[in-house]
């Protein structure tokens, strides 16, 4: 069914006292030319009511068409779109490099003007070669006309980037569906940038933006693309002379703005916007809503001071090695969970052994060290965990055999403000110390290598929990691969490690979890996890082990099945 949203009488008196009266649309235009260079289009098309188009098919996509490659747009969102309309735009679409994405959450008799599927819903428009798809339905009332969010993952501007659509409603109570929608937005987003936009059936100031604003530890709070447009400021912020406000050009016939883009905030700035009537040459308009224009310059993201933080969220991450050869990111919680998966890696990692501990290039991320095969790499972290052009580590990666040396970043071992490189062997554990960053490449020290463990090591499997002592040096824990024990071996600097203290709540046998890693302490409380795969019958789950003060907790599963493709976490 058509929205409430012309009989909601009390929204209606709240939307009028928030936004004053609207100024001429050419004073908020935002130019083409020179706008910034992330853009998106947000459009609800009215495709099967008494608002829809006049135009036919052929026109009406002609039409969207346009406006589409008139904004050099990155994204375009769609609402109330039939099938045949997404069909045909997608066709059009397609030549300028566009890639599609649908849902459906109803039928619609209207739909049949534009073909016999009358599906109706939501559509996603990236200029990307492909995307990944996600949507899922939000929690409706009975009898009520379904809602969702569709999103699609993919290069936008260069950048990977989440993009969500979204329709809500007001009978979703308490806040129109955002918390359900966001909710998704920051599971599939993995920590990645993300733009979030629809017709959320609230006004700029409706506390049902309340959640998307303030977003989640995963994305990040959020900006609203039209919230510096002075032009639609509302008094209140006129007199107290803010730079941002509630507000914003309406995007609905009636005066309303109704229609929203989000961007999360530590990834883009200078965010513009304005709605404009595409030209069309037929009687009426082409729906009861206007276009809404986006743009905004892409922000880099710093990297944080949480060890294992890959995706500059402040929470640990861990990467997985898959048998396809493919290198995935599972973004966590900072409570032992995770929020998602992505894949970072296509190709050419099978057999790699990875890990992440410590800054190589200088710019204050974390970034990834990789052996693969008999040679070790450093892969560059963008800032949300997607990774640059590998690096020869310390200029020389060749002679770090699979049959040999088993190389990991380990985080600063020695103390020196630098992170280093722990090598397991034949021979036993060797601290290979990093140098400074020279034009943004890993260096190592000039220094040789240092055996800091026995020939013991050679049956241990390293694991690498970072300080976990408080003395500023990374620590190292030894799991014997032959009885399962779990041993702790705080660091003495460039010298031997000290005498194993064990963890208790084990054996943690390899027959029952074969792979295990640790970012540390992931809870915040002080204590140094564990994640571990574990046997399930003929699959593998993963566990989260919590650290207690003399070992490991009781495990918690939080991935079912699936874990036995995995060859490596790190």
Same mark, same amino acid.
């Given at each position: 069914?058509?929205?409430?949203?012309?009989?909601?009488?009390?929204?209606?008196?709240?939307?009028?006292?928030?936004?004053?009266?609207?100024?001429?649309?050419?004073?908020?235009?935002?130019?083409?030319?020179?706008?910034?260079?992330?853009?998106?289009?947000?459009?609800?098309?009215?495709?099967?009511?008494?608002?829809?188009?006049?135009?036919?098919?052929?026109?009406?996509?002609?039409?969207?068409?346009?406006?589409?490659?008139?904004?050099?747009?990155?994204?375009?969102?769609?609402?109330?779109?039939?099938?045949?309309?997404?069909?045909?735009?997608?066709?059009?679409?397609?030549?300028?490099?566009?890639?599609?994405?649908?849902?459906?959450?109803?039928?619609?008799?209207?739909?049949?003007?534009?073909?016999?599927?009358?599906?109706?819903?939501?559509?996603?428009?990236?200029?990307?070669?492909?995307?990944?798809?996600?949507?899922?339905?939000?929690?409706?009332?009975?009898?009520?006309?379904?809602?969702?969010?569709?999103?699609?993952?993919?290069?936008?501007?260069?950048?990977?980037?989440?993009?969500?659509?979204?329709?809500?409603?007001?009978?979703?109570?308490?806040?129109?569906?955002?918390?359900?929608?966001?909710?998704?937005?920051?599971?599939?987003?993995?920590?990645?940038?993300?733009?979030?936009?629809?017709?959320?059936?609230? !006004?700029?100031?409706?506390?049902?933006?309340?959640?998307?604003?303030?977003?989640?530890?995963?994305?990040?709070?959020?900006?609203?693309?039209?919230?510096?447009?002075?032009?639609?400021?509302?008094?209140?912020?006129?007199?107290?002379?803010?730079?941002?406000?509630?507000?914003?050009?309406?995007?609905?016939?009636?005066?309303?703005?109704?229609?929203?883009?989000?961007?999360?905030?530590?990834?883009?700035?200078?965010?513009?916007?304005?709605?404009?009537?595409?030209?069309?040459?037929?009687?009426?308009?082409?729906?009861?809503?206007?276009?809404?224009?986006?743009?905004?310059?892409?922000?880099?993201?710093?990297?944080?001071?949480?060890?294992?933080?890959?995706?500059?969220?402040?929470?640990?991450?861990?990467?997985?090695?898959?048998?396809?050869?493919?290198?995935? +990111?599972?973004?966590?919680?900072?409570?032992?969970?995770?929020?998602?998966?992505?894949?970072?890696?296509?190709?050419?990692?099978? !057999?790699?052994?990875?890990?992440?501990?410590?800054?190589?290039?200088?710019?204050?991320?974390?970034?990834?060290?990789?052996?693969?095969?008999?040679?070790?790499?450093?892969?560059?972290?963008?800032?949300?965990?997607?990774?640059?052009?590998?690096?020869?580590?310390?200029?020389?990666?060749?002679?770090?055999?699979?049959?040999?040396?088993?190389?990991?970043?380990?985080?600063?071992?020695?103390?020196?403000?630098?992170?280093?490189?722990?090598?397991?062997?034949?021979?036993?554990?060797?601290?290979?110390?990093?140098?400074?960053?020279?034009?943004?490449?890993?260096?190592?020290?000039?220094?040789?290598?240092?055996?800091?463990?026995?020939?013991?090591?050679?049956?241990?499997?390293?694991?690498?929990?970072?300080?976990?002592?408080?003395?500023?040096?990374?620590?190292?824990?030894?799991?014997?691969?032959?009885?399962?024990?779990?041993?702790?071996?705080?660091?003495?600097?460039?010298?031997?490690?000290?005498?194993?203290?064990?963890?208790?709540?084990?054996?943690?046998?390899?027959?029952?979890?074969?792979?295990?890693?640790?970012?540390?302490?992931?809870?915040?409380?002080?204590?140094?996890?564990?994640?571990?795969?574990?046997?399930?019958?003929?699959?593998?789950?993963?566990?989260?082990?919590?650290?207690?003060?003399?070992?490991?907790?009781?495990?918690?599963?939080?991935?079912?099945?699936?874990?036995?493709? +995995?060859?490596?976490?790190?």
């Amino acid at each position: 069914m058509r929205l409430l949203r012309r009989t909601a009488a009390v929204l209606a008196l709240l939307a009028a006292a928030v936004l004053p009266a609207a100024a001429p649309a050419a004073a908020d235009t935002v130019d083409p030319a020179t706008a910034p260079p992330v853009r998106t289009l947000s459009y609800n098309v009215c495709g099967a009511y008494t608002c829809q188009s006049p135009l036919d098919l052929p026109a009406w996509t002609a039409e969207v068409e346009e406006e589409t490659l008139a904004w050099d747009t990155d994204a375009l969102l769609l609402q109330e779109l039939c099938f045949g309309q997404w069909a045909s735009l997608r066709t059009a679409l397609a030549d300028s490099g566009y890639t599609a994405v649908w849902t459906s959450t109803d039928t619609a008799p209207g739909c049949a003007k534009w073909s016999a599927d009358t599906r109706f819903g939501l559509g996603v428009f990236v200029k990307a070669p492909a995307v990944d798809r996600y949507a899922a339905d939000l929690t409706v009332p009975a009898a009520e006309e379904g809602r969702a969010v569709l999103c699609a993952r993919g290069p936008v501007d260069g950048r990977t980037t989440l993009v969500c659509n979204t329709h809500l409603a007001q009978y979703i109570t308490p806040d129109n569906g955002s918390s359900q929608a966001l909710a998704k937005a920051d599971t599939w987003a993995a920590g990645l940038p993300v733009i979030l936009g629809g017709d959320f059936n609230a !006004g700029p100031a409706y506390p049902a933006l309340d959640p998307i604003r303030a977003g989640l530890p995963g994305t990040g709070p959020f900006a609203e693309a039209d919230e510096n447009d002075r032009s639609y400021f509302t008094q209140t912020c006129r007199d107290a002379g803010v730079t941002e406000c509630r507000s914003g050009e309406p995007t609905t016939s009636d005066g309303k703005k109704f229609d929203h883009v989000f961007l999360s905030a530590r990834d883009f700035h200078t965010v513009r916007a304005d709605a404009i009537d595409p030209e069309t040459a037929g009687p009426a308009p082409l729906s009861d809503h206007r276009l809404l224009r986006a743009a905004a310059f892409p922000e880099p993201r710093p990297g944080t001071a949480t060890p294992g933080d890959l995706t500059g969220d402040d929470r640990a991450d861990f990467l997985a090695v898959k048998d396809d050869g493919n290198l995935r +990111l599972y973004s966590g919680t900072g409570g032992g969970s995770l929020a998602g998966t992505r894949q970072i890696g296509t190709g050419g990692w099978a !057999g790699a052994a990875v890990s992440h501990r410590g800054d190589w290039t200088g710019d204050g991320r974390e970034d990834v060290l990789a052996r693969i095969g008999d040679e070790l790499w450093v892969y560059p972290n963008a800032g949300s965990g997607e990774l640059g052009a590998r690096l020869a580590m310390g200029g020389r990666p060749t002679g770090w055999s699979n049959g040999g040396a088993l190389p990991l970043a380990a985080g600063d071992v020695d103390g020196d403000g630098l992170p280093d490189v722990l090598a397991r062997s034949a021979t036993g554990l060797w601290l290979h110390r990093g140098g400074p960053a020279v034009d943004g490449r890993p260096t190592f020290a000039a220094k040789a290598a240092l055996q800091i463990g026995g020939p013991e090591w050679a049956g241990y499997d390293v694991i690498l929990p970072g300080d976990v002592t408080g003395d500023g040096r990374a620590d190292v824990w030894g799991r014997d691969r032959a009885t399962g024990a779990l041993r702790q071996y705080a660091s003495q600097g460039a010298t031997a490690l000290a005498a194993p203290v064990a963890l208790g709540g084990g054996p943690w046998t390899v027959a029952d979890r074969r792979l295990a890693v640790s970012a540390g302490d992931v809870t915040g409380d002080g204590l140094a996890d564990l994640w571990t795969t574990r046997t399930a019958g003929t699959a593998e789950n993963l566990e989260f082990l919590p650290g207690t003060t003399t070992g490991l907790g009781a495990p918690a599963v939080i991935g079912t099945g699936g874990w036995q493709w +995995l060859t490596w976490l790190g």
